[in-house]
């Protein structure tokens, strides 16, 4: 075995030296220390998430990728072990020594653009992102920017609490992206792709008083029968049709094909919500399938406010989170798991 002597200041981060190949161990020697506005953490758990995967496999945009090794990983749970100094006109982050937070995708934004001052910082045009231009979670410590740490509800553990900050915080967005055609007497959300985000929101959504129709790949009878146990009124293949007509959907599935899918099954003014960062491409469909002031949006990356506004929910609200915990080392391996479609609800890290 070529195990280096442990020694308290070594730490181990899983590392992609170049797009498409297997994530690999690497070993720091120095623990990093907090510029200013900036917190070091300690990481106790990290979710993997579907864009972990379309990073790793080069699946997104050549240009986003950073010169170095990217270590990737956003949905970080640790405790603050550093905080450098908050200058001048920094907003106060109101951290302490170890507090345990949160570090979700969004890891800075430049503050001046036309984006950034409308308020909306998820399209800010020089933003970065946690776990691919910024340190990620698939390691043993992490510097973040203090202004983009969220606190997190105690009823959580490090593993519950992990997949909140992707895959419970995007499908919020996506959420509040569907809400304006769910104004109605009925409240009937279909949800494609019952994976890590789907069920937390089916929660949030029947929380919020909706019907919620859960569309698996065919034949994934456990993640039907997860859907049912987590209150969804109807569960089937994205081939089949729920009984009633849409109010709207949301895609959690990166399959372009389920678009038009997802149209024929939204009523007249009904909205669909496309909530990946990367989908194959949009099958082109008769303008019929679109008439009726149907709409279709995309949720790109998440603001401040949403994860304020998250977690203040489920810290009201008994979230559960289907958790399978791995050790960090397996990194690979429940990114292979996550691309087979083999887990029902959320892979974790464990450092
Ligand atoms: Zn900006
Ligand atoms: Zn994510």
Redesign the pocket.
Known sequence: MNQPAPSPTRWRAMELTEPGRPLQLAWRDRLPEPGPGQVAITVAACGV????LHIVDGELPRAGYPAGPVVPG??VIGRVRALGEMGEGAEAPGLHIGQRVGVP?LGWTCGACDACRAGRENLCERSRFTGWQLPGGYAEHIVADARYVFPIPERYSDAQAAPLL??GL?GWRAYRMAEPALQGPTRRLGLWGFGAAAHLIAQVARHLGCEVAAYTRAGDAAAQDLARKLGAAWAGSSDDAAPWPLDAAILFAPVGALVPAALRAVRPGGRVVCAGIHMSDIPSFPYAWLWGERQIVSVANLTREDGLSFMRLAADLPLQAAVHTRPLEQAQAALDDLRAGRYTGAAVLLP
């Open positions: 998430c579907r864009t972990d956003h949905e995708w992707c895959a995007i």
